[in-house]
Each structure stands twice: as C-alpha cells, then as structure tokens.
C-alpha cells in the first residue's frame, strides 16, 4: 500500500469515527476552544517596538544600544509641533507647554525645546552670519525711528501721530517709506480687528525687528520628548499622546486662539495608523463578509455547509491564537497580521472538501459521501497544508524576527486548520445535515475561459505566457522596496502632515544620523570630514555651539545697541478717551490722502487700514464701551512692546561664549558625563525616496560605520526585510519542488505545479514596477499568503489531472471550480482594503487582487494549456 493510500484510509477511518460520534467531537471541539481562547486572552500579548523585530546582534543594532547608553535616540521619541500666530506667542506657548509636561515624570523622562532656553536669545544674534548680521543692521536702521519714537511713548496716540509723521515724510520720498510703512499699517489694521475677537491675540512688533531679514525666527516651535512607552499595548503611546492633548487643552493651546499643535515622531505615526487601521478594517469588513457568504453559498450552494465552515475557520484561527500564545508569547508589528492570511488560506480546505462532499453526495451514498470524498483529496489537502506550512515556516530561519514569528505561526495554522477540517468540519456536516442530506445543488458552473479554448490552442497560450514572463522578467531588476514609514500612511493623518513639515527643512528633519565619538576632539574631526559630503548639510558637535568670529558678530552688532539706546518710556495712560478716538480720527483722514497709490504696497495697507479703522469707530458705542473697547486695544497693539524692545537691545548686546558657558541642558545632549560625544549630522536632501535614504546613511556610514538614528535604522531594517523575503521565497521554493519530487517521484507533475506559481510570481513583479507599485513593510504579508494560494491551486488541479481527466474535463470538474470560488473568496476578503487611506494597506489591497487573479489565470489557463501539451506529447509516443 502506497503512502497516499495509507494516509486516505487513515482519513477515512477518522472522518467515520467522527462522524459517529459527532456530538461529542463538537462539544469536545468546542470546550477546548472556549479553554484555549481564556489561555490565549491571559497569556498572548504584544510588542510594538520595531527594534525587537530584527536580530539584536546586528551591526547597526549594537551601535544603537551603544549610543542609547550615553544619549537619548529619537526612534522612541515624540515631537511636538507648535505653530502660534506670533513668535512671542509660540515661544510662551511652547515654554508652558513644555513646563507642564515636566511635571509628569511618570509619563516622560525628558522634555526639551531646540534653541528654547534662554541662552540663546540672549546669544541668538552671535550664530548669524557676517552678512546676515549686516542686513540686520540696515532693517534696524530702516525701522529705527519707529522703534525709538515708541519706547518712549507705547500708546496709541503716540503710535498715530508717528504713522501720520510717518506718511508725509512718504510724500516726499515715498521709495523709501514703502519698504517699511505697510508692515505697520497692517498691525494696526490686525489689532482692530483682534480687539472683537473672543479670544484677542496681541500683535508682534519682534517680526518687525527682524522681518524680512535671515534672522526671521518664524512662528514654529518643536519640543522633543523622551515618553514612556507601553510596548504591551497595541497603542503603546496611547497614554503619552493622551497627555499632551489634555495639557494643551488645559493651557488654551487651542485653534479657537491661534495656536495648533500637533504630534508626531515614530510613536505617534504607529499610533494614528493603528487607529486608521482599526477603522479600515472593520469597514471593509463589512463590506467583504457579505460577498464571502455569497461566494461560499455559490460553492456549497446550501447555509448549513457554509455555517459548518465559518465555524470550522473561527474555531481553527482561535486555536491558531493560542498556537501563537505558547510558542512565541507575544505579537510583534507583522506577526499580528497571521489572522489575516489564515482566513485568505483557511476557508480553502472547507471549500475544496465542501464542494467535492456535494459532488459526492450526488453521485453516490449518502452515508458514506465525507468518506468517499476524503478518500479522493486527503492527499491533495494534506499535501497543500504542507507544502503552504513550508512556505511560511521558510521565514524562520532567517534574521527578521518579524518575519520569523508571523512564518512560524502561520505555518502552524496550517495544520491546526488542516485537522479541523478533517475533525469539526464532518462533525458539523453530521449535525446539521443529519443522517439524510438534503439533495445539495452542485457550484454554479463557473468558467474562466472556455475549456476549448484550451485544447484547441495550447500551444498558443503557452508561448503567450512565456513571452509575458519574458517581459515581465525584463522589468523584475526596477522592483523596489520603500522604506519610507511615512509615505505608506494616510497622508491625511496630523502625525503624517506635521512629520513632513519638519522633513522639508533639514535643518529640522527627524532623520538626521548620530554617532558616538569617544571624545569631543573626535567628534569635531569627524564632523568636520563630514561637512565636506554633498549629501550633508550640517554637522554638528557640542563645540559647533560656540559661536564663530564673535569679535567680528559683536562689533558689528555694536551699531545695532547704539541704533537701539534710546531712553524707554512708558505708555501714556493719562490720555482721554476723547484725545485717543481723535487720535484715531485723525490717522483715518490722514489715510484718505489723494497722492497716496492704491496699487503700491503702502496703498494697499493705507486703504486696508482705514477700512479697519471704520470698523472699529463704528462698532464702539457709549463712553465706557470706547473705553474698554481702547483699553483692549492698547493692551492688544502695543502691550509687548516694551518687553519686546528690551529682548531685542539685550541681544545686541550679547557676551561673549565659551564652552563652558552652553546651556547645561544642551550639554548633556551632546557630551556625556564620561566625555563621549555625540556628532548631529544632518541631510542635504529632504529624504523623501528610499534611494535618498540610502544615499545619505551610506555614504556617512563611509566614515562613520557605527552611525545610528532613524534614518539608519529604516535603511536596515527594509534591507532586512527585503534580504528575509528573497531568502525564504527561494527556500521555500526549493523545498517545495524536493518535496514533490519525493513524493510523486514525478519530475513531470512536479514541473506542473511549479511552473504556474513560477510564472504567476514574475508577472506579479513585472505588474508591479509597471503600477509603479512598491513593497513596504505594511504589504510585505502578501508574499507567503500568494505563494500558498498558488501552490494549493496546481497541487489540486495535478491531482485531478493524475487522474486522468483531460484538459477539457478538468476545467469543468468540481477541483477546477473549486479552485474558482477559493481564490475568489480570498480576492472577496481582501480586496477591499485597497480602498483604504492607509497606502500600505491600500497597496497591500492591490496586490492580493491582482496577484490571486494572475494566479488563477496562470492555474486555470496555463496550467491546461501544459496538461495538454503534455497529454499530446504523451499519445504521440
């Protein structure tokens, strides 16, 4: 007795056994599934941190944990970006912000704000250029009589006297007075408006200091924070991100007062696209479930088979759960993905056993129809759970340990599914359809292409596929594996929009790359080789922070204090109510001058501003509304002022720096307390391809092999990724093709089998480059569930082919439609995610439509085309 004929009789006794003893092989099935879905609830958990994905004796993993020892890493850390309408608003709104998060030491071990201590505006002006500090001193000049004439007198009558000043002296040389005037008039023109607003934002004269000048410090500020993680959650920054928000709201840091702020950083990018994905999911879910129940309906054409193997898969992926529980105890980022390939696999065993019981059932003895169809496809089903379980299980050899978990638990829900297919899916059949079947309908007879088609014309569609592969195989070396974490996700997303912001500008891009030095002298040596590379645009070492040619800065920055030193008065608050809404008045008219050019710029803000000032004259009403109405006016226009002046004379005047001088905060940032030092060097380039990635983390890695930070660590770990994939596909090939030779001992069949998924596997890459579609880390899954479908498919239609059926009658057979409504039903439950946001997803979508289909075409096509062939070839001896 062969050993197919061992395994068949095996099958039949066990399906018998069971049969008869359905009652208690459901409530024995059913009692250890409720026991192993209490263990997997107590015992599986997750691990989200992307660092325990890959080997932790890897180069780049060592540096990392070396670097970690000394300095914290950005990989874990969270950036807060904060945009106000006001630098003095973003700066005190990020201070406070900053203070509050402090407080909570629980949630986060470090907070810090970049050029936020003020060190550095005290010292801001010394990191200036030469040339930019000249500029500086012209704008100064430029506003210098408007910032004097104030410090003396911050009141709106002062302010509306020098305007209208202002504006005659334009009269005469309105060249000059263009350049400066507007930007004042629009202040104005704001204030008014602001003063009727529930929540007023006070204007900026710091942006007039300096606008238009280098020194134009913008209205952002980022605040880095060093969070505690909770890597045993799904969103493991959940509670940090929850945190901020609540002390963002608790400050007023709010829209509604002219300040956003927004989180970002690997931690809050996980978190977002963990919530999206919850959402797509479930969506499409619904959707999807709906055309399965029909397509599995259209197959077994009966509720209660369709009932028995919805439950025989629940059942199977629950035990695959508490399979993952034991033996790997915890899901990582792609190991928690096994659900979904063992649903896209799972259901194909009840479908084929399902089909081929109807089929039975209709041409033979009722009782003993499970019997009879086992003894047909056990050997097929066991031989598909195999050779699939060898293509998940090739992943665990390798380094990712992603990878290796999702392989070694997938591969084990092979045969869990396998035996429950064998065991409750009879069971289920037995109690549901009861000793005397109903008279099943057989699956609707579903044709891809018509079976003469085939038989008439193989060669035809042989040479077709091969030219295809051909072109295709042309395309394969364009293939690419997209790093970029960021642009696989819903572009949509706060975290997405706020990381690229800091992205266009390298100068705040989070994927710089830091290398430990032993010593500052090091550093600065390393730094300064790196400075000479096209792809760097700064690198920097504590050192860097001691301003250079400060004698030159400072003496140029003499002329700016001496601009500037003017006695400082206050405003003056003695002023009526009358003298002030005259004050006003009279500034209206001085706007409705006749030589002024409504199509120059002080144009435009002239009439802008008179038309605020109608306004504001119109809306004020009794004497204590005007009053008020004024107050909040001053308070709005000029209340900074003064505070602001001051800022400004003080950072003209700055000290000297030494290095003993920097902040300590900045310090230990960049040398630690045994003298090691670290060395920021960040890109050229806004990184926004993974060929940008590479280019910039190997050519520093030229000199510095030991670099680290974000940028180096997704280079490696795609590089991993794309290393583990090409070595577990190749392996699982090869094992697959030496098991079928083993046990066919048939080069002939065994070439069958492999030829469509062979072919299948090249136009899948060559629609991909020409879809410009490329692998990332979310659609990476979709490899091993192709492989598996493609091989269940030959290994199916070789077995009926064995059989002797000629092309014709297999594309007709219950194995061909069987096929049909498999692969189908996988297309059905996971083709509508390439609707999501998610652009992994999405893709990850894409190509499991595409790929089952080219698969099926490749089965139920080509494949007969060969049998044909071969049967010719055959008679023709």
């Known amino acids: 007795m062969s050993l197919e004929d061992r395994v068949a009789s095996l099958a039949r006794s066990w399906v018998g056994a069971i049969q008869n003893h359905h009652r208690l092989a459901i409530g024995t099935i059913l009692a250890a599934t409720v026991a192993l879905g209490i263990f997997t609830a107590l015992t599986l958990g997750v691990n989200m941190d992307n660092k325990k994905l890959l080997s932790p004796d890897?180069?780049?993993?060592?540096?990392?944990?070396?670097?970690?020892?000394?300095?914290?890493?950005?990989?874990?850390?969270?950036?807060?970006?904060?945009?106000?309408?006001?630098?003095?608003?973003?700066?005190?709104?990020?201070?406070?912000?900053?203070?509050?998060?402090?407080?909570?030491?629980?949630?986060?071990?470090?907070?810090?704000?970049?050029?936020?201590?003020?060190?550095?505006?005290?010292?801001?002006?010394?990191?200036?250029?030469?040339?930019?500090?000249?500029?500086?001193?012209?704008?100064?000049?430029?506003?210098?009589?408007?910032?004097?004439?104030?410090?003396?007198?911050?009141?709106?009558?002062?302010?509306?006297?020098?305007?209208?000043?202002?504006?005659?002296?334009?009269?005469?040389?309105?060249?000059?007075?263009?350049?400066?005037?507007?930007?004042?008039l629009d202040k104005i023109g704001v204030a008014t408006v602001r003063v009727?607003?529930?929540?007023?934002?006070?204007?900026?004269?710091?942006?007039?200091?300096?606008?238009?000048?280098?020194?134009?410090?913008?209205?952002?500020?980022?605040?880095?924070?060093?969070?505690?993680?909770?890597?045993?959650?799904?969103?493991?920054?959940?509670?940090?991100?929850?945190?901020?928000?609540?002390?963002?709201q608790d400050l007023g840091l709010t829209p509604d007062r002219g300040i956003e702020v927004r989180i970002t950083g690997n931690p809050a990018l996980n978190y977002e696209e963990m919530i999206g994905l919850a959402w797509d999911i479930g969506v499409s879910t619904f959707f999807s479930l709906a055309i399965v129940v029909a397509l599995l309906y259209a197959a077994l054409r009966s509720m209660r088979l369709v009932s028995a193997a919805a439950i025989t898969l629940v059942v199977g992926l629950i035990w695959t759960a508490a399979f993952a529980a034991a033996t790997v105890g915890q899901l990582n980022v792609l190991s928690i993905a096994f659900a979904v390939l063992f649903i896209g696999l799972g259901v194909d065993f009840a479908i084929h056993l399902g089909m081929q019981y109807v089929d039975t059932l209709n041409s033979g003895t009722p009782g003993d129809a499970m019997q009879n169809t086992l003894q047909h496809i056990v050997s097929a089903l066991v031989l598909c759970a195999i050779t699939t379980a060898i293509g998940f299980l090739a992943f665990y050899p390798t380094g990712y340990r992603g990878v290796a978990e999702l392989g070694l638990i997938s591969g084990g829900g092979m045969f869990i599914t396998l035996f429950q297919t064998f065991t409750l899916f009879p069971a289920l059949v037995s109690a549901l359809l009861g000793d005397h079947p109903e008279n099943l309908r057989p699956a609707l007879p579903l044709r891809l292409v018509p079976p003469r088609a085939v038989t008439t014309h193989p060669g035809w569609i042989v040479a077709i596929a091969i030219a295809l592969a051909i072109a295709a195989l042309l395309q394969l070396p364009h293939m690419k594996f997209d790093i970029n974490v960021v642009e696989m996700r819903d572009p949509k997303t706060e975290s997405v929009q706020a990381f690229k912001d800091l992205l266009a500008r390298s100068e705040t891009s989070p994927w710089y790359i830091d290398v430990l030095t032993p010593d500052l002298e090091a550093g600065q040596a390393l730094a300064e080789r790196a400075r000479d590379l096209d792809v760097v645009s700064s690198a920097l070492t504590l050192a860097d922070y001691v301003p250079a040619d400060q004698d030159e800065k400072r003496q140029i920055l003499e002329t700016v204090a001496m601009l500037l030193e003017v006695p400082i008065g206050e405003s003056n608050n003695d002023t009526s109510t009358e003298q002030q809404v005259s004050a006003l008045r009279d500034l209206r008219n001085e706007l409705d001058a006749d030589w002024l050019d409504a199509d120059s710029p002080l144009g435009r803000s002239a009439l802008s501003l008179r038309k605020h000032l109608d306004t504001f004259l119109a809306r004020v009403g009794d004497e204590a509304e005007t009053k008020a109405a004024l107050a909040e006016l001053q308070k709005i226009l000029l209340g900074n002022f003064t505070a602001q002046f001051d800022r400004l004379r003080e950072a003209a005047d700055p000290p000297l720096v030494e290095l003993k001088d920097l902040p300590r905060d900045l310090s230990r940032r960049m040398v630690s307390d045994d003298g090691h030092a670290r060395v920021q060097i960040f890109p050229s380039e806004e990184l926004a391809t993974s060929d940008d990635v590479a280019r910039f983390v190997d050519t520093v890695r030229e000199l510095a092999p030991d670099a680290t930070g974000v940028a180096v660590n997704l280079l490696e770990l795609g590089r991993a990724t794309s290393q583990s994939l090409r070595q577990a596909l190749t392996s699982a090939f090869v094992a697959i093709a030496i098991l079928l030779l083993l046990l066919w001992r048939r080069i002939g069949d065994t070439l069958l089998v492999l030829a469509p998924l062979l072919l299948g596997a090249i136009l899948n890459g060559g629609l991909m480059v020409a879809l410009d579609i490329q692998l990332n880390f979310a659609n990476v899954v979709v490899l091993p569930l192709l492989i598996g479908i493609g091989v269940d498919c030959g290994i199916h239609l070789v077995y009926a082919a064995r059989d002797g059926k000629a092309a014709n009658a297999l594309l007709e057979s219950v194995t061909a439609r069987a096929v049909f409504f498999s692969t189908m039903t996988t297309t059905a439950s996971f083709g509508s995610l390439s609707l999501s946001s998610h652009r992994g997803i999405s893709t990850l979508g894409m190509l499991l439509v595409f790929g089952i289909l080219i698969i099926l075409v490749c089965n139920l096509v080509v494949l007969p085309a060969l049998i044909t062939l071969r049967q010719r070839a055959g008679a023709s001896d």
């Open 58 to 184: 890897l180069p780049f993993q060592k540096a990392a944990r070396a670097y970690g020892r000394y300095f914290p890493s950005l990989d874990d850390g969270l950036l807060i970006v904060l945009d106000a309408q006001t630098p003095e608003q973003a700066r005190a709104s990020a201070q406070a912000l900053a203070d509050k998060l402090r407080e909570d030491r629980d949630t986060f071990r470090d907070v810090y704000i970049p050029g936020g201590d003020p060190f550095f505006q005290r010292h801001g002006l010394l990191y200036r250029s030469p040339e930019e500090l000249d500029d500086f001193v012209d704008h100064v000049a430029l506003v210098q009589p408007i910032l004097a004439d104030l410090s003396r007198d911050a009141s709106i009558g002062s302010l509306s006297r020098i305007i209208q000043l202002g504006l005659k002296q334009a009269r005469t040389n309105p060249t000059a007075a263009a350049t400066d005037w507007p930007a004042v």
């Open 196 to 248: 009727f607003d529930e929540y007023p934002i006070s204007v900026s004269w710091e942006d007039l200091m300096v606008e238009g000048t280098a020194l134009d410090i913008g209205t952002r500020q980022t605040i880095v924070l060093e969070p505690v993680l909770e890597f045993g959650k799904i969103l493991a920054a959940q509670n940090a991100i929850a945190e901020i928000r609540s002390a963002a």
